[in-house]
């Protein structure tokens, strides 16, 4: 199977911006986020099941998953998060594992953001690499995040610092996430800094697949 690094880093650490600076030196980009989405955009493989499991008041009159509602719902109920995870991991899992094989591209960059939290991604990569960055930039960046670009993800609505705080408590800390990393980029500095460190990732990764 193909050499597959898994990246990952905390909410606004940079981890769709390093794995832009990858596909520049030709690296195939899995997301398993865009992935996750996909599956329940209108004709997504997850939508039979959503609706069975928890009826129509959930599936948007476009045909997707209304997402405002559903996540309303997983975060008051535990085990409804539970359901809607046993219908949307197994299918993530198979989805990027199906664009592993396809990917055309020298290695396969998988970018999970909660690597760290569900253990089974682990093993499905051979190099673990982390983005760090110190909580203040995290948060600044996640606020001051181009809106813009991000237009196009209409599941990302805009956060206030106490919602950013919130989704990092439930996040790995910083230490967990570099206990598991074979690879660390730091971003705390400028986008010079991050095009250096991934361009030297990149040969030795090139030299180990
Ligand atoms: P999320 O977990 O929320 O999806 P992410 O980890 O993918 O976020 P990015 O979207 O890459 O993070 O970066 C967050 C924001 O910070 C973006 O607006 C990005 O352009 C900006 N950013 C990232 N790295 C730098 C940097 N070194 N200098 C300046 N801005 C940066």
Not at 15 to 20: D, I, L, Q, W
Request: hydrophobic share 45%.
């Amino acid at each position: 199977s193909r050499f597959t690094v898994g990246l990952t880093g905390g909410i606004g650490s940079g981890k769709t911006t390093v794995a832009n600076l990858f596909a520049t030196h030709g690296a195939a980009i899995i997301d398993t986020d865009v992935i996750a989405h996909q599956l329940t955009t209108p004709d997504g493989k997850a939508i039979a099941a959503i609706r069975d499991t928890f009826g129509n008041d959930f599936i948007a009159a476009n045909g997707a998953m209304n997402r405002v509602k559903m996540r309303e719902h997983v975060f008051s109920d535990h085990s409804a998060k539970l359901r809607l995870e046993a219908i949307l991991h197994p299918l993530i899992r198979a989805e990027t594992a199906l664009a592993a094989e396809q990917a055309v591209g020298a290695y396969v960059i998988l970018v999970v953001p909660l690597l760290v939290e569900s253990g089974n991604w682990r093993r499905r990569a051979n190099r673990i690499l982390v983005v760090d960055c110190d909580e203040a930039t995290q948060i600044e960046r996640v606020l001051h995040r181009d809106k813009q670009k991000d237009a196009h993800n209409t599941s990302r609505s805009t956060l206030n610092e106490a919602q950013v705080r919130a989704i990092m408590a439930t996040q790995a800390s910083r230490q967990q996430r570099l206990a598991v990393a074979d690879d660390v980029i730091t971003n705390n500095v400028d986008t010079a800094s991050l095009e250096q460190q991934v361009t030297q990732l990149h040969v030795f990764y090139s030299s180990l697949r």
